[in-house]
């Protein structure tokens, strides 16, 4: 069992491993040749398009997964959930796209660069159907690793390519997504004739039971990035394109730290679901080892980012920008706090707490918006990394507390514990 959990990190670390080279060696070279303010818009338009496939996504990475990984010995369930989930996407993604007319006919953000949005929906189009959530399910994350390295190798070469002057980060984000939806086409076909897949239309009853039972879980992480990818949207509104790229920068170097804890959680997820099935006794000692393991490997990126703050800044933008390093020296804080709520998150998530969890994540973020733009508004790029802090603060704080008060993390090891016998109120 250890040594599939050690080869699904594996994996997972290869695939996020490009997710984390791409931004690297893409950004620094938009920066130079589109310039910081532009590079900032292309920042915007990603983070609403990221936004948009949250919304296609629907909670599927955690609930299909899920499903998935206790389905697959029996691939007409399998086939079932597949099915289900992608007709639910594509509904979404129809939404999503009437919602973003929307966005460029009546706000004026986004009416001053309506053709920037409206291309860059070719991201959310080429990822929405990418399977993540099977290959998780069934544990053969070796396929994720083509993707990630076809997309984002064969994008970083046209944009290295045709990207060359300022007035060519409009064909930026279209790369992008062009790349995606090649390399989801493909990875289809791979799980089809791999995995025997049938594709067909669902019934109604299926479609309806996969989207009831992700409804909180999408809940819960719709509202919890509306402060990890609205920010740069929120300030877009009220600061100058050059604080916006200022700001986009640190931001982009923070969210590849966050990576890592990411890439944990994906590791773990299958393997401790089928744990918190089989014995309860080792999964409340692995959550608790989990907790400590993040803490040790988190503070020591968030120090070392700290200490070489300005040779980063220095690496993304081409110049000495002290505001870029000063802002990164108090953003890692952030990769603390949010690395922190892993462990309390997959308790939750298996304790079936979703509905907790999700009201949590509605009330701080909802207060994050609140707070935001008048923060924004006030102080700039301070302001609302002063509301994502607060918002990460309220969310980890809440969720560990949970946590505790069910007795996961300090109970007797030698003793079974059953939640239903827990008092949390």
Request: proline share 3%; net charge positive; glycine share 4%.
């Amino acid at each position: 069992m250890h040594s599939r959990v050690i080869r699904n990190f594996f994996h997972l670390g290869a695939y996020q491993l490009a997710n984390l080279l791409y931004p690297i060696l893409i950004s620094p070279y938009l920066i130079s040749k589109v310039g910081i303010d532009n590079f900032g818009l292309l920042v915007s338009a990603q983070a609403l398009m990221t936004f948009l496939i949250i919304i296609c996504d629907y909670g599927f990475n955690m609930t299909a997964t899920k499903d998935i990984s206790l389905s697959s010995n029996n691939m007409k369930s399998v086939e079932v959930i597949f099915n289900s989930v992608m007709c639910v996407k594509f509904l979404l993604l129809f939404v999503c796209f009437i919602f973003l007319l929307f966005l460029i006919s009546f706000v004026p953000f986004f009416i001053s660069h309506s053709f920037l949005f409206l291309i860059s929906f070719l991201i959310p189009l080429g990822r929405t159907f990418f399977p993540i959530w099977f290959f998780q399910g069934m544990q053969k994350m070796q396929y994720l690793i083509f993707y990630s390295f076809f997309s984002k190798g064969i994008a970083a070469v046209l944009i290295f390519s045709l990207v060359n002057y300022r007035e060519d980060y409009l064909i930026v984000n279209p790369i992008i997504g062009g790349m995606d939806f090649l390399a989801t086409l493909i990875i289809i076909i791979i799980a089809k004739n791999k995995f025997k897949l049938s594709f067909f239309l669902p019934g109604i009853k299926n479609i309806k039971e996969q989207t009831k039972k992700s409804f909180f879980m999408f809940t819960s992480i719709f509202f919890s990035n509306i402060s990890t990818n609205l920010g740069v949207i929120i300030l877009g509104n009220f600061v100058s394109p050059i604080d916006l790229g200022i700001y986009s920068v640190a931001e982009r170097a923070i969210l590849l730290i966050k990576q890592f804890p990411l890439i944990i959680f994906q590791a773990v997820y299958p393997h401790v679901s089928r744990m918190w099935i089989e014995s309860k006794i080792y999964f409340f000692r692995y959550i608790k080892n989990l907790f400590f393991f993040l803490l040790i490997c988190i503070s020591l990126i968030a120090f070392f980012t700290a200490s070489f703050s300005e040779t980063i800044s220095l690496f993304f933008s081409h110049e000495n920008n002290k505001e870029i390093g000063i802002l990164l020296k108090y953003m890692v804080c952030l990769t603390i706090i949010s690395g922190l709520n892993i462990p309390a998150f997959i308790v939750i998530l298996l304790t079936e707490k979703t509905k907790f969890f999700s009201s949590l994540v509605v009330f701080a973020n909802i207060f994050y918006l609140l707070i935001g733009f008048f923060l924004s508004y006030k102080y700039g790029y301070w302001g609302i990394v002063i509301a994502i802090l607060i918002c990460d603060l309220i969310i980890t704080i809440a969720n560990n507390f949970m946590a505790i008060k069910l007795k996961l993390f300090y109970s007797d090891n030698k003793t079974s514990i059953k939640i239903s016998e827990v008092n949390i109120n």
